[in-house]
């Protein structure tokens, strides 16, 4: 690892571990709640839109704290979404009766 800290290595270690948690977190909220997405032109739109995002994430955090064993513990937004949220579904095509 090379780092201009001039920390004991352990403490270099812990800082580099808290930093790639924060950018996971970071990258969880971009791919599974659009955090990064500004549709509009108004910073008042685009920071609710923010804001939402975060209070999603932290419910996810919660429900998957209280309702899931330590495996799902891990998983992310999409897995939680594919293997509980997603419902199947069959679209059939029926003629009126005559």
């Known amino acids: 690892m090379v780092t201009n800290l001039s920390l004991p290595q352990k403490d270099i270690v812990r800082v ?3 930093r790639a948690a924060i950018e996971d977190i970071i990258r969880e909220l ?8 500004t549709d509009s032109s108004s910073f008042f739109a685009n ?3 923010m804001w939402i995002s975060v209070i999603a994430s932290n419910l996810m955090r919660l429900m998957k704290s209280i309702a899931l064993d330590d495996q799902q513990q891990s998983w992310t937004i999409n897995t939680f979404r594919d293997h ?4 199947g579904g069959r679209v059939s095509l029926s003629t009126p009766a005559r």
């Open 16 to 18: 580099y571990r808290k």
């Open 30 to 37: 971009k791919g599974g709640f659009a955090f990064g997405k």
């Open 47 to 49: 920071k609710a839109r």
């Open 84 to 87: 509980l949220l997603k419902i």
